[in-house]
């Protein structure tokens, strides 16, 4: 799917190609390939097929809408799943979803039965099964490969689409061409079940945890609140978002520019769209010399530069030759923009939450893709191609110039993974998984001299605490006995107090210590574990020890 395309690391060495010894990796990474093939076949028919049937600019516009608002919608709910059930589960049923709609989609243009929001709609059925699909396999790399190669197979998702999509627009024009679109459809049908089929046959070992699932609520709060208290996340989330927006008149409008501006067929459609991808490839493969020489915010800005001078170029050409340079540029400019929000957020989520950052991640930027499609694709049918594209140009310089507000960061080490090593401590009552609220407070007494200190250590702590599931998290000042300071801050059950301390890394433990080493009294900071217990007017029967009341 077109998601790998925003997906890229460092240099592409050996090394690069080390994930490809593990077979699981290989087997699925190699599916995924023809999948993509045949994806990028369909999106060559389908956008041709609705310029064929429709007069409108906007349907034509919407059919990237199509493609990119599912995930939009699916993706937070789609990455709780692949946290909490099985991934390669997910990822079948997402596969199962592609297959159905892309085989009704295959037999209405057999049949003759097809119209403009017909298409819309099989092409938006198609994108909820890669909706479904997409955060379980970005999530599934780490579980199938070593930590040490887990760049390296990014990279991997990147080369191995942008690969694809030299060839794929180029051999979807000439089957459409050639064949027809029937036959196009067929066969992407049958990339979607060979992929599926390759997932079902292949298994990989999960690491298991030993607590209970998380509730989907609860799951999707705590992706939520993860990505929310990630600096790092939300810039790159902000300049995806927002690059897709203005970038995406590209892709949207190509059919248009193809049929309207240079008079050719679908033929002439795919040779762009390979255009595209070739300077796509070209950039992936470049991007290592790239980086030892810019910084990732410099490279953002010269991919908005160089989307921008493609969009302005296509608005004033009438060559295809001229469209197609222009394309290579704009397909440069494409894969190394993704390639530095892509990476940003892998890299800054840790195991337990990366299907959810990455989910919410797909949802905002193709939102903001499906926002863009339908956004130029007014202005083209209410004012003209050249306007849309014009504007798109001026809106990536925009998008540039946004460094300034919410500028990408450096980072070459993934965030560690949890230690997992917790003993729960005793407590007299014998709690359900699921009682709760759960409060904890943590007294420490603190010198006056060392009061500065240790409120320093206590924000970091609360940003620790907070991001792996503390709520309500305060810090307080005995008046009548100021040495003392109370840290509380709850849970909504037991199970989710034992499973924010399996979240904490080895940064986090000395994080603890450091704060420990702060305390003067005598014995360690002295740990109370409370329930919350409901108050009504109506007084029930007091219940036994192993009912204890809970929320």
């Known amino acids: 799917m077109s998601r790998a395309v925003r997906a890229d690391t460092d240099p592409i060495s050996p090394a690069t190609f080390a994930p490809l010894r593990n077979p699981t990796f290989r087997s699925i990474w190699l599916a995924t390939q023809v999948s993509s093939l045949g994806w990028l076949m369909q999106t060559v028919a389908i956008s041709w097929l609705m310029a064929t049937i429709s007069t409108s600019d906007l349907m034509v516009a919407l059919v ?51 119209s403009p929001w017909m298409i819309l709609g099989f092409s938006f059925l198609i994108a909820c099964g890669g909706a479904l699909n997409d955060p379980a396999w970005q999530a599934s790399v780490g579980d199938m490969v070593h930590q040490r190669d887990v760049p390296a197979a990014v990279t991997l998702l990147s080369v191995g689409f942008n690969t694809v999509r030299t060839v794929g627009p180029a051999l979807g024009g000439i089957v459409v061409a050639s064949f027809g679109l029937l036959t196009a459809f067929t066969v992407t049908t049958l990339t979607y079940l060979a992929t599926m089929v390759t997932i079902w046959r292949c298994k990989w070992k999960v690491r298991s945890s030993p607590l209970p699932r998380e509730s989907m609520r609860t799951a999707i709060y705590d992706g939520l609140r993860f990505t929310a208290m990630s600096s790092e996340i939300k810039a790159a989330i902000a300049r995806g978002t927002l690059f897709g927006l203005a970038g995406i008149a590209i892709l949207a409008l190509l059919p248009l520019i193809v049929r309207d501006q240079l008079g050719g067929g679908p033929l002439a459609y795919g040779t762009l769209m390979a255009g595209f991808g070739t300077g796509a490839v070209l950039a992936g493969v470049s991007n290592s010399v790239f980086r030892r020489s810019l910084s990732q915010e410099r490279l953002m800005t010269l991919a908005c530069l160089a989307c921008a001078a493609c969009s302005l170029s296509l608005a004033l050409t009438s060559s295809i030759a001229v469209a197609a340079i222009a394309l290579a540029l704009g397909g440069a400019g494409w894969v190394t923009a993704w390639s530095g929000v892509g ?3 892998q890299l800054a989520s840790p195991r337990w939450v990366v299907g959810r950052t990455i989910s919410i991640y797909y949802a905002l930027i193709d939102g903001g893709i499906a926002a863009g499609s339908w956004v130029w694709g007014t202005v083209a049918q209410n004012h003209s191609l050249t306007l849309a594209l014009e504007g798109s140009a001026g809106a990536l310089l925009l998008v540039a110039a946004a460094g300034v507000l919410f500028p990408l960061r450096e980072r070459h080490e993934s965030e560690p993974d949890p230690l997992e090593e917790f003993d729960a401590p005793a407590v007299a009552l014998n709690l359900k998984p699921r009682s709760g609220p759960i409060v904890v407070k943590l007294e420490y007494l603190i010198h006056e001299e060392n009061v500065e200190a240790f409120l320093d250590l206590m924000r970091e702590r609360r940003h620790v605490q907070t991001r792996v599931g503390a709520r309500h998290w305060t810090l307080q000042r005995n008046l009548q006995k100021p040495v003392q300071w109370i840290e509380t801050f709850r849970t909504p059950t037991w199970t989710d107090y034992l499973r924010l301390n399996h979240r904490l890394t080895e940064a986090d433990k000395e994080l603890d210590e450091r704060v420990l080493q702060m305390h003067k009294g005598e014995l360690p900071p002295q740990m109370t574990l409370l329930i919350e217990r ?18």
């Open 534 to 551: 409901p108050t009504s007017l109506a007084r029930k029967p007091e219940q036994s020890a192993p009912n204890f009341p809970h929320r």
């Open 64 to 114: 990237q809408t199509s493609s990119y608002l599912p995930a939009f919608l699916l993706s937070v709910f789609a990455g709780a799943l692949a946290d909490n059930f099985s991934r390669r589960r997910v990822m079948f049923a997402g596969r199962c979803l592609m297959v159905i709609a892309s085989a009704m989609l295959t037999a209405s243009v057999a049949l003759g039965f097809v």
């Open 343 to 345: 990476v940003s957020v």
